[in-house]
């Protein structure tokens, strides 16, 4: 393989596979959860449904009667209903796309869909609040057959098979650290940890394999944070800790995998995500921009596409399969029709919140490292 470019029937290739959907004679039924001031409807999670010509949405639920109104409207007048269970005990969908961002609400809503038999599942990130939830959803998910996709978005988009042929084939060298750096905005610290660590995470790991340890310093006001810091987080996330975190991971790849976000650190035009550090260049994962791949290498930075370094994108609606979920959709519908996991399905999903938590298990244990898998399966701050 040429590790400058690759032939442009591997992006074509790649592409059509994105492309194949379920194959059958009526469109899936989709039923949308959201709920209206508790997340709403995340980052139009419901709507993509409208574009995928294997789906239709047959039925809204939401717990806002205003919300509900507006929303039942915007998707085209389907049925509307106050209570997702009775939602889905009358539509029966095929799909549960589970929209609302506060994630107090996930675990009950992703229970209730897989009671209900739906076939597959698509909820809007982050996972759920607590290791046991997560342990309890991906079992549930495995007895029952349910395909269920999270949507860390960018880790279906197609160029990321692509950095990881480069990072294989030696392109930036020997493979020394990754780093995931969160948002750093008005979140920064444990909440940016929680909502945006985990498409850091998401990415990493593929490169490092699964973390065995996670030693944290977490600040407030730039002093070591007490238990007295300890607050109730936004989001529906829970207990968080710490306006500036910083933690490292140890793997079984012995890659190190670092974690950083500082409130406030945010400046405009620095995308958020991961960095891919070798002995000869650095890869930059830029979480839900386009490009997502950037390969920078004697003071040089050029785009990784999914025909290779510094090609044109040859994917036409590579912006829609990335940022407007449509790959996230395709995939989910091929898992269903393949009885496979999605690309980032409930064990994935499980252990972007075990490395989330990993953070507070460190802080809990006075800054010591804790080893992964953790053992307490309950969120440390409790």
Not at 156 to 181: N, T
Not at 182 to 190: I, L, S
Not at 238 to 262: C, M, N, Q, W
């Amino acid at each position: 393989m040429n590790r400058r470019h690759f032939l442009s029937a591997s992006a074509l290739a790649l592409s059509a596979a994105l492309l194949r959907a379920q194959s059958t004679e009526r469109p899936l039924t989709v039923g949308v959860i959201g709920h209206t001031g508790q997340g709403n409807y995340g980052h139009g999670e419901d709507t993509v449904w409208l574009k995928i010509a294997q789906t239709k949405i047959v039925a809204v639920a939401d717990a806002d009667a205003k919300g509900l109104a507006i929303e039942a409207k915007k998707l085209g007048g389907v049925e509307a209903f106050s209570d997702y269970k009775a939602m889905l005990a009358k539509a029966k969908p095929d799909i549960a796309a589970i929209c609302a961002r506060h994630i107090h609400e996930h675990r009950d809503m992703i229970v209730a869909a897989i009671e209900a038999g739906v076939k597959g599942i698509y909820i809007e990130k982050p996972f759920v609040r607590t290791l046991a939830e997560a342990d309890e959803i991906v079992k549930l998910c495995a007895d029952k057959g349910v395909r269920l996709a999270i949507a860390h978005r960018n880790r279906y988009h197609p160029v990321v098979d692509v950095v990881k042929q480069l990072v294989a084939s030696g392109e930036i060298g020997e493979l020394k650290e990754v780093r995931v750096r969160g948002k750093q905005d008005q979140r920064g610290g444990g909440l940016d940890l929680w909502v945006l660590g985990g498409h850091g995470f998401n990415l990493a790991t593929l490169f490092t394999g699964p973390a065995i340890s996670c030693e944290a310093t977490i600040l407030v006001e730039g002093r070591p944070a007490t238990k007295a810091d300890v607050r109730s987080g936004d989001e529906g996330v829970g207990l968080i800790v710490g306006d500036e975190v910083h933690a490292r991971y140890e793997t079984k790849s012995g890659i190190p995998l670092y974690f950083d976000s500082k409130k406030g650190s945010w400046t405009k035009g620095t995308p958020f995500g991961a960095r891919l550090i070798g002995t000869k260049g650095v890869i930059s994962l830029q979480i839900d921009e386009e490009p997502l791949a950037i390969l920078e290498r004697n003071g040089v930075k050029t785009p990784i596409t999914t025909a290779g370094i510094g090609q044109a994108e040859p994917i036409k609606d590579i912006k829609l399969v990335n940022g407007g979920h449509h790959g996230a959709i395709r995939d989910l519908l091929a898992a269903t029709t393949d009885k496979r996991e999605p690309l980032c399905g409930p064990e994935a999903g499980r252990e972007t919140v075990e490395l989330t938590l990993a953070v507070f298990a460190s802080f809990a244990a006075g800054g010591k490292k804790v080893a992964l898998p953790l053992a307490d399966r309950q969120h440390p701050l409790r």
